[in-house]
């Protein structure tokens, strides 16, 4: 999109709407610096605690750690029900008394999930085969998540106004607190009671931030009517996230009694480095389905924020993704350790995953934004069989490089079936959401292959081309960089 066509797409819109349309992309833009270093500060500190983890456990544990954190992921998922979404995704401003029957049914399902969590522990502790403690830590994160229904409702209203600057700085401070909290138990040997200090701690301070943030006062409302609207949307939403759940965790989950702990950790560990750049792209997301929905009805414009949201991610996430496979033989063992190149192959295979992840992160959330929501699971449970299938066949034949093969298979074509999907609701403009990024890309590609006759240093290297990238970059998108800029400070 060059910067002749972003000026001139606003200025076809109607007059109702080109207010509106101009005032979303100006949110969305400050949005994305907020989030931007949020996320540059979050994730860098998850980065840096992931190295650590690395290097202090076995393969082995780092595999129950992280099957432990998919479980309480799912906790979250399923006491939800896709209620905010749905909340977040309608025109009108909602009313107390919807807030408050949200609140109500947020409260019954956390609180039932957490229940039967409680009650059937024993049971959870050997389906995943957790350590003699497991009935504990299981109970534990019962008690967990109930504390997260409490800042639900605060922080779907902030998220609604986009007012993201305020959720950024409650995640920030949250994630460290839960990343220090965590080494430090992890340490003094705690074990895997060291995840559960660390996620009570940081939601329990989350609620407290988030409310002192977005004061609200709780109420219950045994009046359901008034959110009876939001269910077809909502129970649409949460198959789709069900669907991605089952899709991306379910996998690890089913390594463990299959083919051990220490496959697991690698199959966790190379999903966690070769996926650095997608904690970008999920920020995108995030940022774009309340933009989306405040502007659903308009084409245009849902296609100038499409278009921007594919080249935000690409250009970000393609020269990390580059700098992780091309310095990874360098790269692995200065940070994570000799041990963990057994599982470089299998986050190299998972690499055409993250790429095509760029693209369906920035579109499922324009088919949930406009209304599509079941056309979206219709999608997402495709690419759910499709992973799944291929996953189960290299579970079967215990070949890990199999799984991430059948990954990265089923994301490519998922992103080819989004772009057809979304042409009735908006016109991407390819040539700037693919080619500029893909552009500036090859030129650091050149960069590497001519600094390396004329230094040895492969860190040099990777500095010098990232320097070259950024100037080709600024050179190429100089249209979209003045955009961005104009919405942010004009």
């Known amino acids: 999109m060059d910067q002749s066509i972003v000026q001139k797409k606003p200025n076809q819109l109607p007059n109702k709407t080109k207010s509106l349309s101009n005032l979303i992309e100006k949110r969305v833009s400050r949005s994305f ?27 082995d544990i780092y595999g129950i750690f992280a099957a432990t954190l998919a479980f309480q992921s799912i906790l979250v998922i399923l006491a939800d029900a896709g209620l905010g979404s749905a909340l977040i995704q309608r025109d009108q401003e909602p009313s107390q008394d919807e807030i408050a029957a949200l609140f109500t049914v947020q409260i019954v399902l956390f609180g039932g999930l957490a229940g039967c969590i409680w009650i059937f522990a024993p049971q959870i502790v050997v389906l995943v085969d ?54 430090v138990f992890v340490w003094q040997a705690f074990g895997l009671m060291s995840i559960v200090w660390a996620l009570a701690i940081r939601y329990s301070c989350d609620v407290f931030m988030i409310w002192k943030l977005h004061p609200w006062r709780p109420r219950l409302s045994i009046n359901l009517r008034p959110i009876m609207s939001y269910l077809a949307f909502g129970l649409n939403m949460q198959g789709v996230r069900l669907m991605g759940y089952v899709k991306d965790q379910l996998p690890l989950l089913l390594i463990i009694p299959i083919l051990g702990a220490t496959s697991a950790g690698h199959w966790g560990w190379a999903l966690a480095y070769i996926g650095i750049p997608v904690y970008f792209n999920q920020l995108t997301a995030r940022i774009m389905f309340p933009a989306y929905s405040r502007v659903q009805s308009d084409r ?20 990390i993704i580059f700098v992780l496979i091309y ?43 406009t209304g599509h929501a079941g056309k979206s699971l219709k999608i997402f449970m495709l690419w759910v069989f499709l992973t799944i299938a291929g996953s189960l066949l290299g579970i079967v034949y215990r070949d890990l490089q199999g799984m991430a093969l059948a990954y990265s298979c089923a994301t490519f074509i998922i992103s080819i079936v989004l772009l057809f999907s979304i042409r009735s609701m908006a016109t991407v403009d390819l040539k700037t959401a693919f080619f500029k990024p ?33 100037i080709i970059f600024f050179i190429v998108n100089y249209g979209q960089i003045r955009f961005l800029y104009n919405n942010l400070f004009a």
């Open 33 to 59: 610096i907020a989030l931007f270093f949020r996320q540059f500060i979050v994730y860098g500190t998850l980065f840096l605690g992931n190295i650590l983890l690395a290097r202090w456990v076995s393969p």
């Open 438 to 470: 893909l552009t500036a890309l090859f030129g650091m590609a050149i960069g590497i292959v001519i600094l390396g006759f004329v230094s040895t240093s492969w860190v040099l290297v990777c500095i010098l081309a990232s320097c070259v990238y950024i």
């Open 300 to 319: 245009d414009a849902v296609g100038v924020l499409t278009t921007i949201a594919i080249w935000l991610n690409l250009s970000i996430g393609l020269p």
């Open 130 to 183: 957790l350590e003699i403690a497991g009935e504990f830590i299981v109970r534990a994160i019962a008690v967990v998540l109930f504390i997260t229904a409490f800042r639900s409702i605060p922080a779907i209203l902030l998220e609604r106004e986009l007012r993201f600057d305020a959720i950024a700085l409650v995640e920030t401070v949250g994630t460290i607190i839960y990343q220090i909290t965590l080494l």
């Open 327 to 369: 310095f990874a033989p360098n790269l692995v063992p200065l940070l994570y350790g000799n041990v963990w190149l057994d599982a470089l192959p299998t986050a190299m295979l998972l690499t055409p995953n993250m790429l095509a992840g760029f693209v369906t992160g920035a579109l499922f959330p324009v088919l949930y934004a």
